[in-house]
């Protein structure tokens, strides 16, 4: 049998495995199009497309009101008020995530890795983590975009 077929085959079972997995790992699955209409447009980029806001420019950046921040792409609760803390670093910190919401992956972008946060039910990305957070609670601090929450209060 030609090497070539036999090599194409096994590449399009590949793929279809690895799209078939990414398909499947987030409860709430949207097309790109349903995502666009329902966000608003830095939300979208945010959330999507693994942008990040202006420093100093987010809504949660400082604001300390008792209460749960949501994912804006699909209303899980993520974060607990009582997580949040003042890093100074121009987006809005917390050094912990409300048990298993979360999943981390690892992001090149900058030319060194990151570790990403996404949201564990549609997958939409929320900022990074960084172990420079308070030594006295976890030492990590979750650097979320706010364009990615929605805060509801207690
Ligand atoms: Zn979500």
């Known amino acids: 049998m030609n090497i070539r077929i036999v090599y194409y085959f096994f590449l399009i079972i590949g793929l279809s495995f690895q799209f078939g997995l990414s398909q499947n790992e987030f409860e709430v699955v949207k097309s790109d199009k349903e995502w666009k209409s329902q966000l608003d447009e830095l939300s979208y980029l945010v959330l999507r497309k693994a942008y990040t806001e202006r420093p100093y420019t987010g809504k949660y950046d400082n604001f300390y009101e008792k209460g749960t921040y ?28 409300i048990n298993d919401k979360l999943v981390y992956d690892v992001d090149y972008k900058l030319g060194y890795p990151r570790t990403e946060i996404k949201c564990k039910k549609c997958g939409g990305h929320l900022g990074h983590v960084f172990n420079d957070g308070p030594r006295e609670t976890t030492g990590k601090r979750h650097c979320v975009n706010s364009v990615a929450l929605v805060f509801k209060k207690a």
């Not at 792409?73 to 050094?95: A, M, Q, R, V």
């Open 70 to 97: 949501h994912c804006a792409g699909c209303d899980e609760p993520l974060y607990n008020s009582d997580f949040k803390y003042n890093s100074y670093c121009g987006w809005p910190s917390f050094d912990r995530e």
